[in-house]
């Protein structure tokens, strides 16, 4: 029998190879612009065409390569990083492996450009699969110019299983904004299809947060500081109201490499204990600086993992840092000494020709024995009936369109329709009393005892799957807004807003495109405008993170599914006896009623016989 086990040849190695380090475009991203900041450079382009599958380009102006440097920086292994076993505990480079430029070089086509400062010509290298199609001498600037084209053109199979451009442009921009953040002196560009989305100047590390998330965050940050034996610790974290529903905007960063260390974000989040909303995250942007022997990197290929030799001493002070500054923030009053009410403007009385008298306002038609209160509407729980028809509705333009929904809803909903609830039937009549308890919960006697229906959660069971359906059939109503609102997005959920359009668009939204990740809302769902426009928005695009995170749902389903959450109405809100008989309605001509978005039960009933239980022991 002959020799099976055979040396593979060192392109198939390295497309294997490529296989744990470039995974996406993004992938690429980050390896060539990490070798671009330990080149020294402090001006960096990257340019993206096609969400990276057509081009990749990173242009720096570092300390460039001689002409043998930049042929080997293709090969397997080799880097200038490291030279012994030992330097791997030395270790502040970002790369050191030297398997980035050859695994790249092995699933695309790569031009090189290279010139040190010090030389006259450079050197110019096309490569593709692995293979050096052409080397030569060639007139370039100073630094390094990397063109990669046609990512995994090779693995048509890894080239299928990548996503869409507006998922693979968020997956770059992630991976932009972590180098972006870790190098705030470095002078930072990323051109998209033409098209500028970030141009950060060399700056301070908070105006470099602000530049990358919008100019909002500069009242968001509070500081943190502490220097110890151990580690050195700064950076900044979110004031606990601004507390958001996913965790896109928390960075860690050793010895300016960016981490995931669940461990340590347990310690941040212990420090916001009782600060912060239930399944909201802070935002913090923090930097360890560590002794390099006192942790070990090389424990993933993506080397963002770390391990450390004392965690639980790092973890205490990363807690009890956090925890100072946020009391810090909470504590220490501001005060303007430019005010008009200063102490001083106290002390010093005005002349009397400047005194004015105070006026005031009165109704002089206001009667105490009358009763005549606003009545308040809920979205979704209207009422378009005759009793309505002296005044004139606010969204007055749409009021066929709702007319129409709510007769379609009561004929689905005939009084008599019968569900199953903990192994009970449970049927609608139309002489049912309802009552609210606590603001909370419905509550309704039935044959053989009484039920409770959750109010947030049967209307968002009612939003969802009304939600679907528009989705389904494009039939969402917009309500114009007199006045169009313009609203700025970071980048990374721009991109996303431009994947979600359609669908978006299909649920009642009225949105385009204005400029640089900014869009202009001119009209909303037309059951919602009692809702702003930007907080809709913002927390439609939130949601749809968080689901994507956590349940990895369908796009369709997770848009109507963050967009019901938003909209339904909350616990603690009072209903009048009208609403609570329009909610439960709508309920019971739902597809799925009994079931909440969260899994749980819509209603829960109580027996006749549990209830005598009670009192007869």
């Known amino acids: 029998m002959s020799d099976i086990i055979q040396l593979l040849p060192d392109s198939v190695a390295n497309q294997i190879a490529a296989g744990e380090v470039v995974q996406r475009p993004a992938s690429a991203v980050k390896e060539l612009v990490e070798n671009a900041i330990d080149a020294g450079a402090d001006k960096i382009q990257l340019i993206i065409k096609d969400a990276g599958k057509s081009l990749i ?20 292994h080799a880097t200038s990083k490291i030279k012994r076993a030992e330097d791997l505990f030395a270790i502040r480079t970002m790369g050191f492996r030297g398997e980035a430029m050859a695994s790249i070089a092995a699933i695309a086509q790569v031009e090189l450009k290279t010139r040190r400062h010090e030389d006259e010509l450079g050197t110019q290298i096309f490569i593709e699969a692995s293979d050096v199609l052409k080397q030569e001498a060639c007139s370039a600037n100073a630094g390094t110019s990397i063109s990669v ?73 509070v500081p943190v500081e502490e220097d110890t034996t151990i580690i050195n610790l700064r950076g900044f974290v979110g004031k606990p109201e601004f507390a958001r529903k996913t965790r896109g ?107 004015v008298a105070p006026v005031i306002a009165f109704n002089a038609d206001f009667n105490p024995f009358t009763d005549k209160k606003t009545e308040r509407e809920l979205p979704f729980l209207r009422d378009t009936g005759e009793r309505h028809s002296k005044a ?65 959660a049967a209307h968002e069971r009612i939003l969802y799957e009304r939600f679907l359906q528009q989705l389904q059939n494009h039939s969402g109503v917009s309500q114009q807004s007199l006045f169009p609102q313009s609203l700025t997005l970071n980048s990374s959920d721009f991109e996303l807003l431009k994947e979600l359009l359609p669908d978006i668009r299909a649920l009642g ?13 001119e009209g909303i769902p037309a ?30 389903d997770n848009l109507a599914r963050s967009l019901a959450r938003n909209a339904a109405i909350k616990a603690g809100t009072k209903l009048s ?41």
Request: include cysteine; charge should be negative; aromatic fraction near 10%.
């Open 57 to 76: 380009q990173v242009i720096d102006n570092g300390c460039g390569m001689s002409l043998t440097d930049a042929r080997m920086s293709f090969e397997r």
């Open 249 to 355: 905007e928390q960075f860690f960063f050793v010895n300016n490499r960016f981490i995931r260390d669940a461990y340590l974000n347990h310690a941040v989040l212990t420090a916001f204990e009782e600060l912060l909303p239930d399944d909201t995250y802070p935002l913090y942007v923090l930097f360890i600086d560590i002794d390099p022997s006192k942790i070990d990197i090389n424990v993933h290929p993506t080397k963002t993992e770390i391990k450390y030799q004392d965690e639980k001493a790092i973890y205490a002070i990363v807690r009890s840092a956090v925890k100072r500054s946020l009391g810090r923030y909470n504590i220490t009053p501001s005060l303007d000494f430019d005010q008009e009410n200063s102490i001083e403007h106290l002390i010093t009385p005005k002349p009397f020709e400047q005194i």
């Open 509 to 521: 939204f009225d949105i385009r495109e204005f400029g640089k990740n900014t869009v202009v809302v």
């Open 577 to 617: 006896a009208e609403e609570m008989n329009r909610l439960t309605d709508q309920l019971f001509a739902c597809q799925m009623p009994n079931l909440g978005l969260n899994g749980k039960p819509v209603i829960t009933t109580f027996t006749l016989n549990e209830l005598l239980e009670r009192f007869e022991k």
């Open 149 to 221: 084209k046609n990512l995994f053109y090779n693995i048509p199979a890894r080239r299928n299983f990548l996503k869409s451009n507006p998922v693979e442009m968020r997956h770059i921009i992630d991976e932009f904004q972590r180098v972006a953040l870790a190098h705030p002196e470095v002078f930072f560009t990323l051109h998209h299809d033409g098209q500028e989305v970030y141009h950060l100047p060399a700056t301070t590390l908070k105006q470099r947060v602000i530049h990358l998330f919008g100019n909002n965050y500069n009242q968001r940050l």
């Open 527 to 556: 059951d919602l405008n009692n809702v702003g426009e930007h907080e809709l928005l913002e927390h439609l695009l939130e949601g749809f993170k968080n689901n994507l995170a956590i349940l990895k749902l369908d796009k369709r």
């Open 392 to 456: 004139i509705p606010q969204n007055w333009d749409t009021l066929y369109e709702i007319s129409k929904k709510d007769a379609a809803l009561q004929q689905e909903m005939p009084a008599g329709k019968t569900i199953a609830v903990d192994d009970q039937e449970i049927t609608k009549s139309s002489d049912r009393q309802f009552f609210q308890v606590h603001n909370r919960f419905i509550l309704s006697q039935i044959k053989s005892g009484f039920m409770l229906i959750s109010q947030q």
